[in-house]
C-alpha cells in the first residue's frame, strides 16, 4: 500500500532530496552560466534547466497526492487547498520580493543596468504578486507581465501557481458537484495559462514548452505508484535505464523537449517505486541534513539569480573562486531568508484556516 509515512519507508525523504537538489542544480547552473561559463557543457543538459523539469514532476506527484489523500476528510475543500497553497508559496515569495528589490535599486544605483530598470516598476511588482509574470491566456496585453526586476526564476513560480487553483477546481467540480457553480469561473481563468504549457513554451525559443503536460507525468506518477507494484531491481533499472537514455538524447538548451519527458517521469517513477520497499536513509543525521537543506530550497530557487546577476553586473571578477564563493553565499541568505518566511508555511496555513472555518462554518467543506 503507497505511503508516504516516513516510519514506513523512505519516499518522503527522497522527494525532500529531490527538491533540495533540484534547487541547487538550478543554483549551481546559472553560477557556471554566470561565472565559469567555459565550463557550461556543450552537449549534456543544463542543470538549471533539468533542476526547473523535476520541480515540475514533484509537484505534479505532491499536489495530486495532497488532492487524493486529503479530500478523504469532508471537511477539507477547494478554499483550504488554496490556503495551504498560498501560505506555501507567499511565505517564501514576499520575503524573496522584498530582498530582490532591495538588492536590485543597489544594482541600479551602481549601474543603472537597463535590464533591471526595464523591469524594476511598483506595477510588475504588483503583477508578480498576483501571479502573472507567467501568465498565457486571453488577455496577454493586460495581464501578461515579466518577472519583477532581475527574479527571472519567478515565471515558472505563476506557471505552478495556475495549474495548483486550475488542477484543484477540476478536481472538487468532480468529487463535490455542488461546488460546480462556484468552480467553473474558477477554472476557466486558471486553466488559461495550464491549456497553453501542455504544448506551448514561455519563449519563442522553446524555454518552458509542455510543462503543464510534465506536471501531469508526475501526476500519473503518483497513481502509477499507488496502484502498481514493482520489485527492486525492476525499479532500480528502470532508473538508470531512463537516467542514461535522459542524459543521451537532451543536448544543452534543448531540455524542455516533449520526446524526453517521459524519459524524467519514468525514471522518477522507478525511484518512488524504490523508496517505497523500505528505509535507505537510516542515519538520523543523513535525514536532519535532507531535511535542512529542502526547507531552504525554495527560498534558494528564489533569490540566487539575484545575487548572482548583482554581482557579476557590479564586479568584474570571474573564475573558479567566484563561482564557488556565490554559490556558497547563495546558500546562506537563502537559509537566512527561509528562517522569517517559508519555515513558517505550516503555522500559516493553520491559522488561516482557524479563520476561514470560523468564519464560514462547516458549510465551506461543501466547496
Known amino acids: 500500500m503507497f505511503s508516504l509515512d516516513r516510519s514506513k519507508n523512505d519516499t518522503s525523504i527522497t522527494l525532500d532530496l529531490l527538491r533540495a537538489v533540484a534547487a541547487q542544480m538550478v543554483c549551481v547552473g546559472h553560477a557556471i552560466s554566470f561565472f565559469v561559463s567555459p565550463w557550461r557543457p556543450a552537449s549534456l543538459p543544463l542543470p538549471q534547466n533539468v533542476g526547473v523539469l523535476l520541480f515540475f514532476v514533484i509537484s505534479g506527484f505532491l499536489i495530486t497526492y495532497t488532492l487524493v489523500e486529503r479530500s478523504k476528510n469532508p471537511s477539507y475543500g477547494f478554499w483550504q487547498f488554496c490556503i495551504e497553497r498560498f501560505a506555501r508559496i507567499y511565505s517564501g ?34 503583477a508578480n504578486l498576483f501571479m502573472f509574470e507567467g501568465y498565457r491566456g486571453i488577455y496577454p496585453n493586460f495581464l501578461q507581465w515579466s518577472a519583477f526586476g532581475s527574479a527571472g526564476p519567478l515565471w515558472t513560480l505563476a506557471i505552478e501557481w495556475h495549474i495548483y487553483i486550475f488542477v484543484a477546481s477540476l478536481f472538487f467540480m468532480v468529487i463535490r458537484p455542488r461546488s460546480i457553480p462556484l468552480l467553473i469561473p474558477i477554472a ?11 504544448i506551448g513554451s514561455f519563449q519563442e525559443d522553446g524555454v518552458g514548452r509542455g510543462l503543464f503536460t510534465l506536471w501531469l507525468g508526475g501526476s500519473l506518477a503518483y497513481f502509477a505508484a499507488r496502484s502498481s507494484s514493482v520489485g527492486y531491481f525492476p525499479a532500480a533499472t528502470i532508473v538508470v535505464c531512463s537516467a542514461i537514455g535522459y542524459v543521451a538524447f537532451t543536448h544543452a538548451s534543448a531540455e524542455y523537449n516533449l520526446t524526453t519527458y517521459p524519459l524524467l517521469v519514468a525514471g522518477f517513477f522507478g525511484l518512488i517505486a524504490i523508496t517505497q520497499m523500505g528505509h535507505l536513509f537510516t542515519s538520523p543525521k543523513i535525514q536532519k541534513a535532507i531535511g535542512f537543506l529542502a526547507d531552504y530550497s525554495f527560498s534558494l530557487y528564489l533569490v540566487h539569480y539575484t545575487i548572482m546577476y548583482a554581482v557579476w553586473t557590479i564586479f568584474p571578477v570571474r ?27 505550516h503555522k500559516l496555513a493553520k491559522a488561516f484556516n482557524r479563520k476561514l472555518l470560523a468564519r464560514q462554518g462547516p458549510a465551506v467543506a461543501a466547496s
Do not use: W
Not at 476557466?188 to 501542455?198: I, K, V
Open 93 to 126: 515569495l514576499i520575503p524573496a520580493l522584498f530582498f530582490v528589490a532591495a538588492i536590485d535599486s543597489l544594482t541600479l544605483y551602481l549601474t543603472n543596468d537597463p535590464t533591471i530598470s526595464r523591469y524594476f516598476t511598483a506595477k510588475t511588482m504588483i
Open 188 to 198: 476557466l481563468f486558471f486553466g488559461q495559462t495550464p491549456a497553453h504549457f501542455l
Open 319 to 345: 573564475g573558479p573562486m567566484m563561482f564557488a564563493l556565490m554559490i556558497i553565499v547563495s546558500n546562506l541568505i537563502a537559509i537566512g531568508l527561509a528562517e522569517v518566511g517559508e519555515k513558517h508555511h
